[in-house]
């Protein structure tokens, strides 16, 4: 099986990767654009190829995106996903294949005691922690009260963790506004009053933080 590049897998050289894919049992599957994917119960999901948004609905059925996982990215309750919460759901945003991998194979010792095992179990503890922090991260940008607001402390996160002002937008403007829990038709007519304020400079998904418009 073709090795999925992700940090669950991080350390591990492409001979333990094929042995702990026939050790951990793990299964690949495709899931078509559109496609509601389940909340693993008892495994965490690796998405080998294409992109699944994380999302959640209100009483009002008003949806939010928590979160878009890429290639690599990594998903499952035991990573913040609620199972038992039903307003939490996954969809493929494109044709998407993902790695299955049981839970109890990663948290229980292996008889082999193998190197990997251990390097797997470092790795899975590090990426709920990234998650956590991600979680953090979201719940502030939804602490400010204006779209305005909403938009500049997002884009203020992605050019400093680019280290750039210059970065690409991981959302659709449909997505970025269920991120930002905001009405789309008023983003986008914000976006365009932050463009002819100097703000900002965006063509599509890439955009241009004006940072000492904004200081």
């Known amino acids: 099986m073709e090795k999925v590049e992700s940090a669950l897998f ?12 026939e050790c951990f049992k793990t299964t690949l599957r495709t899931h078509r654009k559109g496609e509601e994917v389940a909340i693993p ?3 965490v999901g690796v998405v080998h190829r294409g992109r699944i948004s ?24 035991m990573l913040g996903i609620a199972a038992a919460d039903a307003g939490f759901f996954l969809v493929a945003e494109e ?3 993902v790695l299955y991998v049981d839970y109890d194979h990663i ?5 082999k005691a193998c190197a990997y095992h251990s390097t797997i179990v470092r ?20 602490s400010h009260r204006t779209t305005r607001d909403k938009l500049m402390a997002y884009f203020r996160m992605l050019a400093a963790k680019s280290r ?14 269920d991120y930002l829990c905001v009405d789309r038709s008023a983003m986008l007519r914000e976006l365009a009053n932050m463009r002819r304020e100097g703000l900002v ?12 418009k904004t200081l």
């Open 164 to 177: 750039n002002p210059y970065f690409t937008l991981p959302f659709s403007q449909t997505n970025l506004a």
């Open 41 to 43: 119960q008892g495994r």
């Open 95 to 97: 044709d998407c294949e």
């Open 123 to 142: 790795n899975l503890v590090r990426l709920m922690a990234d998650k956590t922090q991600a979680l953090s991260e979201h719940l502030e940008i939804l």
């Open 201 to 212: 400079e965006i063509d599509r998904r890439n955009v241009k933080l004006n940072l000492h």
């Open 54 to 77: 994380v999302m959640k609905t209100d009483e009002d059925g008003v949806r939010t995106i928590f979160e878009q996982l890429a290639s690599g990215g990594v998903f499952g309750a």
């Open 10 to 21: 991080e350390g591990l050289t492409d001979d333990e990767y094929a042995r702990m894919t």
């Open 107 to 111: 948290m229980k010792r292996c008889p």
